[in-house]
């Protein structure tokens, strides 16, 4: 079994910034598993599809972004403490959205959710004009 847990959401204005938190656990993140192992964010707000914000391969630390949020997020990791962060700099009220945190492992780079195995509960942010 594999488990993430997110944290961090919250209000926020525009142009403003929220760190989100994401740590992993569990055998299927402890075993060889990990090794191929890739940890993602996604974003879903009322009436949209949930859509790929970020991903980061932990092997090597190559990343992925939306073109909605290059340029203004930033994922990264903290391998001793089994976390991932999103850093969200100069918020929009679009980026506003349950953003979930999710594990996975194989191909990269991991661009679609069904690529992810493991989801967080999500974390709201609400970033406010």
Same mark, same amino acid.
């Given at each position: 079994?594999?488990? =993430?847990?997110?944290?961090?959401?919250?209000?926020?204005?525009?142009?403003?910034? =929220?760190?989100?938190?994401?740590?992993?656990?569990?055998?299927?993140?402890? @075993?060889?598993?990990?090794?191929?192992?890739?940890? %993602?964010?996604?974003?879903?707000?009322?009436?949209?599809?949930?859509?790929?914000? #970020?991903?980061?391969?932990?092997?090597?630390?190559? @990343?992925?972004?939306?073109?909605?949020?290059?340029?203004?997020?930033?994922?990264?990791?903290?391998?001793?403490?089994?976390?991932? /962060?999103? $850093?969200?700099?100069?918020?929009?009220?679009?980026? @506003? #959205?349950?953003?979930?945190?999710?594990? %996975?492992?194989?191909?990269?780079? #991991? !661009?679609?959710?069904?690529?992810?195995? /493991?989801?967080?509960?999500? !974390? $709201?942010? @609400?970033?406010?004009?």
């Amino acid at each position: 079994q594999g488990h =993430v847990a997110e944290s961090g959401g919250g209000s926020v204005q525009a142009g403003g910034s =929220v760190r989100l938190s994401c740590e992993a656990s569990g055998d299927k993140y402890s @075993t060889p598993y990990s090794r191929r192992t890739y940890m %993602g964010w996604f974003r879903h707000a009322p009436g949209n599809e949930r859509e790929a914000v #970020a991903a980061i391969y932990l092997p090597s630390g190559g @990343t992925l972004y939306s073109e909605l949020v290059k340029g203004r997020f930033t994922i990264s990791q903290d391998n001793a403490k089994n976390t991932v /962060y999103l $850093q969200m700099s100069s918020l929009k009220s679009e980026d @506003t #959205a349950m953003y979930y945190c999710a594990i %996975g492992a194989g191909r990269w780079p #991991a !661009t679609s959710k069904d690529d992810f195995t /493991y989801w967080g509960q999500g !974390t $709201q942010v @609400t970033v406010s004009a």
